[in-house]
């Protein structure tokens, strides 16, 4: 069941031009128009469904800058700079709340790891730190779980789902950007090997620069393209519940389960690295690189084949740029949730508050969540393709980074820089063998 996403309106008529096209309409490709328009240039979204159906309104609305993985850190440090001021910038609520986040652990080594991390980013002068077992009790006094330890961050927070990415686009829409929604992208012809026309199903737009940030879906656009970009997918599974007590008002994750506050009173709930593969053609041809991260996730992660094996977005799919293309078989890719996730998830979290031992799920939802080999995103240009900019493979990321992944992703369309090294972010890096290393703080 798709959850609830609040609507957006779009334009009817298709421009002939624009100095910029994103294709999707997810928080991070909204993100890059607000920032776009905010400069001056004119910016068109085009978005096969709506604006945040998939994944952007499916998460569980964590925004934190803590435990990221290095290559990430400064870019979740402006992210949540740019969530924490998003509602005055847009003149709306962004569905925005900073509430602390929390970890809690039973397990010396993970206390270790999180030791690690803070030695790793001292410099970078974040709130917060490690509790004692005693601190972390006094913090969730409603846990029935003895806690050796958590690390908390003041500073973090989270926005909700089915709010912030339609907020954003009206921000956008506001300073001028162009949503079309039911319109999906077929790809773009070059002149002279630069990127001078993008094919929708409606007509083309003129346009010098394409940002690809279409979720799972980028890498079978840019296949079209004889681009490469490794990308897989796993399906989750997540839940809410009824409106029920407070018992912290951020975000809390445990080894099994994450939950956090919701603004209509109730929790969003889903299991922590917990979700199924299915087989796929591209996932068979890119096995060997995302061989690895599997086996890393061993017993976390089920195996599964079925319709997606010929019709989801790591399909083998051809089209001609004037033929109906997969994207328009697929508006919003709604996959069942797991009721075995469900019931377990709803099971520990009642066993870690017993004060809401009687709470009820209201509604649950799936998802597909896209992942790169090593779990960092790629924002960046195309090498040896002008005007083609990518900006995808969060892998579970997407939603806490995609204000300030959209603002890098603008500022790179810019020429301009951004003030940190963004090269951690670049394609080239599993062309030239240099994925990051696997550094899994949370």
């Known amino acids: 069941m798709s959850p609830h996403v609040e609507s957006v309106r779009s334009e009817n008529s298709l421009p002939k031009t624009a100095d910029v096209v994103i294709v999707g309409a997810g928080i991070i490709g909204v993100s890059a128009a607000l920032t776009l328009a905010e400069r001056g240039q004119s910016v068109v979204v085009v978005e096969k469904g709506i604006v945040g159906g998939e994944q952007s309104s499916r998460n569980w609305g964590w925004c934190r800058e803590q435990l990221r993985a290095l290559p990430e850190v400064a870019l979740a440090m402006r992210s949540m700079e740019l969530w924490r001021g998003m509602s005055e910038r847009i003149g709306a609520d962004s569905g925005y709340?900073?509430?602390?986040?929390?970890?809690?652990?039973?397990?010396?080594?993970?206390?270790?790891?999180?030791?690690?991390?803070?030695?790793a980013t001292a410099s970078c002068g974040l709130a917060g730190g490690v509790l004692s077992a005693a601190e972390t009790k006094a913090m969730l006094p409603a846990t029935s779980d003895d806690w050796i330890a958590a690390i908390h961050s003041p500073t973090d927070g989270w926005a909700e789902p089915s709010v912030a990415a339609p907020a954003i686009a009206r921000g956008a829409q506001q300073k001028g950007a162009i949503i079309l929604q039911n319109c999906a992208v077929r790809g773009w012809e070059t002149e002279a090997g630069r990127v001078t026309r993008v094919m929708t199903e409606k007509g083309e737009i003129r346009t010098s620069a394409v940002l690809v940030a279409g979720g799972a879906w980028s890498s079978m656009l840019l296949r079209r393209a004889g681009i490469s970009?490794?990308?897989?997918?796993?399906?989750?599974?997540?839940f809410r519940t009824e409106s029920a007590p407070e018992v912290y008002p951020g975000g809390v994750g445990s080894p099994l389960f994450s939950v956090r506050r919701r603004i209509d009173g109730g929790y969003t709930i889903g299991m922590r690295g917990r979700g199924r593969v299915d087989l796929t053609p591209m996932g068979l041809l890119r096995a060997r690189q995302f061989m690895p991260l599997f086996f890393r996730r061993k017993g976390e992660l089920t195996l599964g084949l079925g319709r997606s094996f010929f019709d989801g977005p790591f399909a083998l799919r051809r089209w001609a740029l004037d033929s109906p293309s997969p994207f328009e078989a697929v508006r919003i890719l709604d996959p069942d949730p797991d009721p075995k996730l469900v019931e377990a998830g709803i099971t520990a979290f009642r066993a870690a508050f017993p004060i809401l031992s009687d709470v009820r799920v209201a509604e649950s939802w799936g998802g597909l969540i896209d992942a790169t080999p090593d779990m960092v995103p790629v924002i960046g240009p195309v090498p040896d393709r002008p005007g083609v900019f990518l900006a995808s493979g969060f892998s579970g990321h997407g939603f806490a980074l995609g204000p300030g992944a959209g603002w890098l992703a603008a500022m790179q369309i810019l020429g301009e820089k951004p003030g940190f090294d963004d090269s951690p972010f670049r394609l080239s890096r599993f062309r030239e063998g240099k994925p990051h290393p696997a550094h899994h703080w949370i």
Do not use: L, N
Not at 229 to 238: D, L
């Open 229 to 238: 970009f490794p990308q897989s997918g796993v399906y989750a599974s997540a």
């Open 97 to 119: 709340r900073q509430t602390g986040m929390i970890v809690v652990t039973k397990d010396e080594a993970e206390v270790a790891r999180w030791r690690d991390w803070q030695k």
